[in-house]
């Protein structure tokens, strides 16, 4: 069963990323190109082999999705790095505890939500820099990534959690249907976003 999801969460993705390929140019940050999508994938990995026991495998994965936000980090706004440089401290821990044999698997959950979510707040204001540009295809495929992490989170989320991801994800989608609205009112909407964001969760 866990398999049946991985290959449907694979094939999320893999849409995902054929919907927006057709904005990716060479040169262009991390932020809307292919490569966003990878802490989310090794996140799930790590997360699944934890569960099926392999833990070594386990930790290759989330020490290849801390690798992966790290590359990411070196595009994007001061603001967003302390927030990324926060969870990724955190799953630096999570790794740390892992060879234990007490390890909660609450806790790699409770810090992929945090990576996922910081992740998000990056591409939201990754999306507004371009809309502020006027390029807003590049703002799209920002956005849209900005809307598969937190869609991922909620894989990891529970409770309160799951309903505070599930707003997020409905406002970014909510945006993206919106079709002729002006930039002003775009902006409008991806700061209320980010307010929300940096509220605790």
């Given at each position: 069963m866990k398999v049946l999801g991985y290959i449907a969460f694979l094939a999320f993705c893999l849409l995902l990323l054929y919907g927006?390929?057709?904005?990716?140019?060479?040169?262009?940050?991390?932020?809307?190109?292919?490569?966003?999508?990878?802490?989310?994938?090794?996140?799930?990995?790590?997360?699944?082999?934890?569960e099926e026991h392999a833990y070594h495998r386990s930790m290759g994965h989330l020490k290849s999705a801390i690798t992966a936000i790290r590359q990411i980090e070196?595009?994007?706004d001061d603001e967003s790095k302390e927030k990324v440089d926060a969870a990724v401290d955190e799953l630096e821990e999570i790794y740390n505890e892992m060879s234990h044999e007490t390890f909660?698997?609450?806790?790699?959950?409770?810090?992929?939500?945090?990576?996922?979510?910081?992740?998000?707040?990056?591409?939201?204001?990754?999306?507004e820099h371009f809309?502020?540009?006027?390029?807003?295809?590049?703002?799209?495929?920002?956005l849209n990534y900005g809307m598969l992490h937190v869609k991922n989170a909620l894989m990891f989320s529970e409770g309160e959690n799951k309903d505070y991801e599930t707003e997020i994800y409905i406002e970014i989608d909510s945006l993206l249907r919106s079709g002729e609205i002006s930039n002003k009112d775009v902006l409008i909407k991806l700061e209320n976003m980010i307010v929300d964001l940096e509220k605790p969760s």
């Amino acid at each position: 069963m866990k398999v049946l999801g991985y290959i449907a969460f694979l094939a999320f993705c893999l849409l995902l990323l054929y919907g927006v390929g057709k904005f990716k140019h060479h040169g262009e940050p991390i932020t809307i190109t292919a490569e966003a999508v990878e802490p989310d994938i090794l996140l799930s990995n790590s997360k699944n082999y934890f569960e099926e026991h392999a833990y070594h495998r386990s930790m290759g994965h989330l020490k290849s999705a801390i690798t992966a936000i790290r590359q990411i980090e070196q595009g994007i706004d001061d603001e967003s790095k302390e927030k990324v440089d926060a969870a990724v401290d955190e799953l630096e821990e999570i790794y740390n505890e892992m060879s234990h044999e007490t390890f909660n698997i609450k806790h790699l959950n409770e810090a992929s939500i945090k990576a996922l979510n910081a992740l998000t707040y990056a591409e939201l204001k990754v999306t507004e820099h371009f809309v502020d540009s006027h390029e807003l295809d590049k703002a799209k495929v920002a956005l849209n990534y900005g809307m598969l992490h937190v869609k991922n989170a909620l894989m990891f989320s529970e409770g309160e959690n799951k309903d505070y991801e599930t707003e997020i994800y409905i406002e970014i989608d909510s945006l993206l249907r919106s079709g002729e609205i002006s930039n002003k009112d775009v902006l409008i909407k991806l700061e209320n976003m980010i307010v929300d964001l940096e509220k605790p969760s």
